[in-house]
């Protein structure tokens, strides 16, 4: 039997070969977390395995609708199967509230409602801190065509509905989220993971804050509002 190998290891995730199929790779949650860029690094136990499930949730109710992920199935508690997709170098964030960067870089205040949806590109390069980039600068370094910055922003709006549709459901508000994209079969999809790591959940009653700016503003309590949040989605059983 083949051994798998390391492929790639970031900041909350390791990618290893997966030797029956070459199209296909593992993803492996950890339990590390960090902020602004790796200035601030913990280990959360647990936090690993609770992302692994709350990302498989979504990315399965995303493809139920017909948006195309790079998920295949959860392996174990820790892991996923997904595609090998090629990246591409473009992240997305999607604002519905002003937090975060957007009330720092122009100074709004937190919490205020946008009238619709803004979308963000950044450059994805953790050695220069994921500059913001226009659309212009994605098609003069090649990075996309036109018509495929057209359709990850649909994408981006899609997926940005639905998961705030399921999260009000829960009495969970999206602020705001990432998303990275990539090629598979010469088609767009969506890679990653979807989770309190990479999306701003309030609490639509109290507005607390349930992701992780518990850790980027030393309020506590990460464990326990990734819990939450997994509970309200149906998605906590006995594994975690």
Known sequence: MRERRKIYEGKAKILFSFPDNPNLVTQHF???????????????????????????????????????????????????????AELIPIELVVRNIVAGGLA????????MILDAPLIETYYKSDSLG???VTDDHILSFDWLRQSEIEEIKVMA?????????ALS?????????????????????????ISPDT??????GTKEKMDKDRFRRDLGGVSKY??????????????F
Not at 104 to 111: D, S, V
Not at 199 to 204: A, G, I, K, L, V
Request: proline letters at 2%; aromatic letters at 10%; one cysteine or more.
């Open 226 to 239: 990734y819990r939450e949040v997994a509970r309200r989605l149906g998605i906590l059983n006995g594994s």
């Open 199 to 204: 999306c701003r959940f309030w609490d639509t």
């Open 130 to 132: 994921d500059p913001m």
């Open 30 to 84: 950890k339990d590390d977390v960090t902020a602004y860029n790796n200035q601030k690094h913990s280990v959360i136990p647990g936090k690993g395995v609770i992302n692994n499930y709350i990302s498989a949730f979504f990315m399965q109710n995303l493809q139920n609708v017909g948006i195309k992920t790079h998920f295949v199935k959860v392996l174990n508690m820790r892991e996923q199967l997904v595609k090998k």
């Open 169 to 193: 459901s829960a009495g969970i508000t999206l602020v705001d989220l990432k998303l990275e994209f990539g090629f598979y079969d010469d088609q767009i999809i969506l890679i990653d993971e």
């Open 104 to 111: 720092k870089r122009l100074g709004l205040e937190e919490g």
């Open 157 to 165: 709006w899609r997926i940005n509905d639905f998961l705030s549709g």
